[in-house]
């Protein structure tokens, strides 16, 4: 059965969710200037693991992004005046609802993304986290005075927000990915713009909600639902008023985004692909190690920006990494996340279940082992979602296609290896620099190896090396610039020197 209210259009039990949870009852789905405005172009909104249309949501344009950077520009005097403890407590609230609608916001985000309740919970948590923690950091923008060689001389910095900013976030982590970008932009007293993914309006709309009954003033963040997302992107990199674009998503989008940016020299984040290495030296525990890296391959059906896609093992542990990791696989339930025990989730969609086929594909053609999975799930409770078996491979090489694509799936790549110098140039020989990880005893090799691996993000004997407390984001081709921590913050800030002649 579908509600509609007004042009909002969902099935019962989405419907309840938010009426229950967010109160939009009434309310359409566009957020600009404090407003809930309605489209009649809508589009719909799928679950990946049954198919079922969760809903429809405006299908906006480039004129409502014009429409939403017009009201941010128009917020930004009085935000960015207002007292860096009335925008930390604006955050505090959004924390505190976030918390209070945890399971509703998690179920709604396995609904429409697909993970796993479980994982759902967390991300909910880490999305919380950012709007804290920012609203902690808010107060601590502290400016520096400088010491001059002249006498008569002194220097004064001062950071202040850049202003107007344009958000892209992804669908694979739909509520945190948001919250990194929203909560620092606040936080330093800029306005922002914020398109959301196709795939996870529903989920953008819930935090909106939020910020909203939070108490923000009209226009300082706003949100533009669409199907097709280039003319906003080219809204946001043309319109002048904008002075920040972030993003999160694909390289080959982000290198796009920044070139249509460059005219203007706008201040450019990019949070783009990975490809990350994952080492096991023979003297880590093979089995600690294996359990460490199934868990982080397989998170998020592998749909996530620091999954391990080459995984070396150093030859002499080789076979009982192999077997631990393999057993484990083998154990792993595929299905829907609502449902009790599963552990994997569906892809996003039917693209991304070829993309991996291929890769698959590629890699038995050319000589590597299929030790478990190695092919879409479509029969049964599976036929209407986009499953991929867990998968592992090994003997993987480096003429092989996952050797150098972002797979974005649930197949884990082993390589072995020999000796120290070998495996770090296999490690580092990528485009991509978001992350790696490293498993040893040896204190000195495990130091060695953080300097030498060109990643931004580097785990050793630890596979969740993110927090908002820390910076996280890549070198090379896996961007520009950090989210979380303190340079999470200045990324919203211009620096400003004043001289004074005394
Ligand atoms: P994507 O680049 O296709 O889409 C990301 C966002 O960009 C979406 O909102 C999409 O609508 C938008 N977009 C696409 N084309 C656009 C255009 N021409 N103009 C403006 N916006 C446009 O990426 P995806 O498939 O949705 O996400 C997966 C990618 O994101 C992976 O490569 C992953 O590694 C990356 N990612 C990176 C991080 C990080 O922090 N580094 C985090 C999560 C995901």
Known sequence: MYFIVGSFVCK???????????????????????????????????????????????????????????????????????????????????????????????????????????????????????LKWFAEEAKRVYGETIPSARADQRFMVRYQPIGVVAAITPWNYPISMITRKVAPALAAGCTIVLKSAEATPLCAIAVFEILHQAGLPAGVANLVTAFDPAPIGEEFCTNTKVKKLTFTGSTRVGKKLAQDAAPQLKRVSMELGGHAPFIVFDDADPVHAAKGASLVKFLNTGQACISPNRIFVQRGILDAFVQTFSDRVANMKVGNGLEAGVSIGPLVNEAAVRKVSRQVDDALDKGAILLNGGKPLSDGEHAAGHFYAPTLLSNVSDDMLIYREETFGPVAAIIPFDDYDQVIAMANDTHYGLAAYVYTQNLSRAMRAFEALNFGIIGINDINPTSAAAPFGGMNESGVGREGAREGLSEYLETKLGGFSI
């Open 12 to 130: 019962k039990d989405v419907f309840e969710l938010f009426s229950v949870g967010y109160q939009l009852l009434n309310m359409p789905h566009m957020y600009i200037n404090g407003e809930w405005l309605n489209t009649d172009q809508q589009f719909t909104v799928t679950n990946p693991a049954t198919g079922e249309i969760l809903g429809s949501v405006c299908d906006g344009d480039q004129y409502h992004a014009k429409q939403a950077i017009d009201a941010a520009a128009a917020a930004f005097k009085p935000w960015s005046g207002a007292t860096a403890y009335a925008r930390s407590e604006v955050l505090q609230n959004a924390y505190a609802l976030m918390i209070e609608r945890k399971q509703a916001l998690a179920e709604l985000m396995t609904r429409e993304q697909g993970k796993p309740l479980k994982a759902a919970l967390n991300e909910v948590q880490y999305a919380a986290d950012f």
